[in-house]
């Protein structure tokens, strides 16, 4: 149900006349949704970027500008000197041919297709939440194309603009329908293990990599600290290359996330200072803090001034919440700029198939979040 508005009759008219876009969110939704763009296949990355451009110039009257980084695409909507940054991405998890047998379809209100939740039904309203704007002046909407594999090309963007942002704001989907103050920072390795292969028969002659790998993934475990919030998880492994044969060769790769830097820092440390643990062993480690928490402190400000613009609304939004998924968020946070994540679709199941967004929400969302962008501009 929504929640009780205060809201006076022009903000109560903005409401009804996002929600009377809904079907229109909906039918650019699924365009999105069908064009299908895994961050890995650039070209579909950014054929997709270039439906979202001529969407835009449906929705908004302007068709924003492609900007290519290192080879992939991203969509740029830029309203004079940026004071407010509105950010999202369409690149998904999904691999190509994921909608064939799961399409984008509407049941019972809920939307459904590969990347639907995380993040295009965001995208969509993040669109209509700019064009609700009667001054876009100061403004910048930019729809990367890389965020599900850590932002590699794009990161480096944000964070040149940080210094002249007053706020940046993420449509990434809602958790449980709360608004996002604080995310963990988080940080990605490789592990190569070089030993010396033997026949099965005559282990003695060889260094058993896989031996060292399960040594080290032990090992681990030490260096986690729950009171901290920090985690280091082995998440892929793999050696040897035949059943009677002592693996030469070994590998694993490594997830840490903590609330804080120094936390992701100390790892780092302790990850870069491993020494093999046993003879004829040599470590090679890859890696390095991708991504620096976004810490509460700097983000609580502007999910307070959320919630309150969202009860004048009459959206109904459950909170606040700390959430251990990275995103673009931490990058800007991590530069100093305030920041708010969350913006995006109600909904659940993200990176899972079945992921699905509530239809309604979407304008409501997106009338939430043309508000916020609203005020802070004229602070």
């Known amino acids: 149900?929504?929640?009780?508005?205060s809201a006076p009759p022009e903000t109560t008219a903005r409401l009804a006349a996002m929600r009377g876009h809904g079907d229109a969110m909906v039918a650019e939704l699924a365009a999105l949704?069908?064009?299908?763009?895994?961050?890995?296949?650039?070209?579909?990355?950014?054929?997709?970027?270039?439906?979202l451009q001529r969407i835009g110039a449906t929705v908004l009257g302007d068709a924003g500008e492609l900007l290519e980084i290192d080879g992939c695409t991203h969509v740029r909507w830029r309203f004079g000197s940026p004071a407010v940054l509105v950010v999202g991405h369409l690149d998904t998890v999904w691999p190509l041919g994921t909608a064939e047998p799961w399409p984008f379809t509407v049941d019972a209100g809920r939307a459904t297709g590969p990347g639907t939740y995380d993040m295009k039904a965001g995208v969509i309203q993040s669109l209509y939440a700019v064009a609700a704007l009667a001054d876009r002046e100061g403004l910048e909407l930019l729809i990367t194309g890389d965020e599900e594999v850590g932002s590699p090309t794009s990161h480096g963007y944000m964070e040149?603009?940080?210094?002249?942002?007053?706020?940046?704001?993420?449509?990434?989907?809602?958790?449980?329908?709360?608004?996002?103050?604080?995310?963990?920072?988080?940080?990605?390795?490789?592990?190569?293990?070089?030993?010396?292969?033997?026949?099965?028969?005559?282990?003695?002659?060889?260094?058993?990599?896989?031996?060292?790998?399960?040594?080290?993934?032990?090992?681990?475990?030490?260096?986690?600290?729950?009171?901290?919030?920090?985690?280091?998880?082995?998440?892929?492994?793999?050696?040897?290359?035949?059943?009677?044969?002592?693996?030469?060769?070994?590998?694993?790769?490594?997830?840490?996330?903590?609330?804080?830097?120094?936390?992701?820092?100390?790892?780092d440390a302790e990850l870069r200072a491993m020494q093999p643990s046993s003879g004829g062993i040599t470590l090679e480690l890859q890696g390095e803090v991708n991504r620096p928490p976004m810490e509460e402190a700097m983000c609580r400000d502007l999910g307070e001034r959320a919630l309150r613009i969202a009860a004048e609304l009459g959206v109904a939004v459950p909170g606040l919440a700390q959430v251990p998924g990275g995103s673009d968020g931490n990058f800007t946070a991590g530069a100093g700029v305030p920041t708010l994540d969350?913006?995006?679709a109600v909904g659940d199941n993200a990176h899972a198939e079945g992921e699905w967004v509530d239809v309604a929400a979407m304008p409501e969302r997106a009338a939430l979040l043309a508000a916020l962008v609203e005020e802070v501009l004229a602070a």
């Open 1 to 5: 149900m929504p929640a009780h508005s």
């Open 33 to 51: 949704v069908e064009l299908e763009s895994p961050s890995a296949e650039r070209r579909a990355v950014r054929r997709c970027a270039e439906v």
């Open 160 to 267: 040149a603009l940080a210094p002249q942002l007053r706020a940046a704001l993420v449509c990434e989907p809602a958790w449980e329908g709360r608004l996002k103050t604080g995310r963990k920072g988080c940080s990605f390795y490789r592990l190569d293990i070089q030993g010396r292969a033997a026949h099965g028969s005559q282990p003695e002659r060889g260094v058993n990599a896989l031996r060292e790998l399960a040594a080290q993934a032990l090992r681990l475990d030490d260096l986690q600290r729950p009171e901290m919030g920090t985690t280091v998880t082995v998440t892929t492994a793999h050696a040897g290359s035949a059943q009677n044969t002592v693996p030469a060769h070994a590998s694993m790769t490594i997830d840490v996330r903590s609330t804080t830097l120094a936390e992701l820092q100390r790892v």
């Open 342 to 344: 969350g913006l995006g």
